[in-house]
């Protein structure tokens, strides 16, 4: 019986822990989901100094730089585990209290990130600023909304 309870606890520990098992500890999740914005700011911003004519337009690099970014849009969110929220400073206490609304502000990411992906695609620096300035948007709501200065 209590060889039999042990197990059926085991079970239950392990489902609930299954979301959170690509990260050994907190702080993992944390190091990476900054990391990994990072990257994708390093790239993004690459993108935009293209858009903005502060270096020259590179179809090329452009699909190159807007593969990575829209790749790693699909990243931080599952490393935002609530056991990491009395360790990031940079979040602002509202995120944990709206998920619903971070998670919509991840999801608008995602889709402009695609779009992004998209123009970069057609080869048009036309279509790549309209979509740059648009995934921008995205970036920045959620950062005045949740990143702490
Ligand atoms: C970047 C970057 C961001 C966004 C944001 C857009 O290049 O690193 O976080 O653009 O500044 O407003």
Request: charged share 25%; with cysteine.
């Amino acid at each position: 019986m209590k060889f039999r309870s042990s197990l059926l606890l085991s079970a239950a520990l392990m489902a609930a822990g299954a979301a959170n098992a690509q990260f050994q500890k907190p702080e993992d999740a944390v190091k990476y989901r900054q990391n990994v914005m990072s990257v994708m700011g390093t790239h993004f911003s690459r993108i935009g100094a293209m858009a903005n004519g502060r270096v020259p337009f590179d179809a090329k690099k452009a699909q190159d730089d807007a593969d990575v970014v829209k790749t790693l849009s699909h990243l931080p969110w599952a490393a935002f585990t609530p056991e990491t929220q009395k360790l990031d400073s940079k979040t602002k206490p509202e995120f944990w209290t709206e998920t619903d609304k971070a998670k919509a502000g991840a999801d608008k990411l995602m889709v402009a990130t695609n779009a992004l992906d998209a123009a970069a695609k057609t080869g048009s620096l036309d279509a790549l600023k309209k979509s740059f300035g648009e995934a921008a948007g995205t970036c920045k709501s959620c950062h005045d909304a949740y990143k702490a200065k």
